[in-house]
């Protein structure tokens, strides 16, 4: 079975910029998560697509969104970059459903260097 | 929302020697408890998980615990060896099947 799968593995933006990250989670997989990581921050949690719905957001600006298709791939958009929000972005698929959390699987990340 | 605090931040212990990772949680009603290992440059991955309603879970060297009244719950690594050497982290969600919220992780370096 494939992994999670993410596109493109780098990319260097400048700021004011917007970028789409893409993710492929495994086959079978409804959930699918995105995260920021960063040396001194850890892993930030920044949105959970289940069904095509955003069920969880995190505490991150509006800048930030997401939408997941109804093949249960998932995009993430950052509008207006900054230099801050270079960072290792990590997608994350699972079988979690509704009402309970399983095992995150992560991609490999898209390294975003702004510029 | 979701707290998760982490301690220690590094940790470096003897190869062979125990190591132990705390964390703390401030949400009463999380109820899953997943640890993560993620060696340099690579992705995280799942080492072992607990969900409230067990106290204590062992898989070969590594044991998790929870304290459900205390809000807190560690890892446990016995006879550590160089491949335990990576950044650990701890992470919690709450019902309803809540994102997780990971803490800050603890760099672990196994001295030979």
């Known amino acids: 079975k494939a992994g999670v799968t993410q596109t493109p593995r780098y990319l260097i933006k400048t700021r004011g910029q917007q970028v789409t990250l893409s993710c492929s989670p495994i086959s079978g997989h409804r959930s699918v998560s995105w995260y920021q990581q960063t040396p001194g921050q850890g892993l930030q949690f920044l949105f959970e697509?289940?069904?095509?719905?955003?069920?969880n957001k995190g505490n991150f600006p509006g800048r930030f969104s997401g939408r997941q298709f109804s093949n249960s791939r998932s995009e993430m958009n950052v509008s207006t970059l900054e230099l801050g929000d270079s960072a290792l972005y990590l997608c994350?698929?699972?079988?979690?459903?509704?009402?309970?959390?399983?095992?995150?699987?992560f991609g490999s990340g898209t390294q975003l260097s702004v510029l | 929302g979701e707290n998760v605090e982490q301690h220690p931040s590094t940790l470096s212990v003897q190869e062979g020697d125990s190591a132990v990772i705390k964390c703390t949680y401030s949400?009463?009603?999380?109820?899953?408890f997943p640890w993560y290992k993620q060696e340099l440059g690579k992705r995280p991955q799942l080492i072992i998980d607990i969900r409230s309603n067990v106290g204590e879970k062992k898989d070969q060297r590594i044991a998790v615990t929870l304290n459900k009244t205390a809000k807190h719950f560690s890892l446990h690594i016995t006879e550590t060896q160089p491949e335990d050497s990576a950044v650990y982290f701890c992470a919690a969600a709450g019902g309803g099947a809540d994102g997780l919220t990971f803490g800050k992780g603890t760099h672990l370096i196994i001295q030979p």
């Open positions: 949400d009463s009603a999380s109820n899953y």
């Open positions: 697509y289940f069904s095509e719905t955003q069920r």
């Open positions: 994350a698929s699972s079988l979690s459903t509704a009402t309970t959390n399983e095992k995150l699987f």
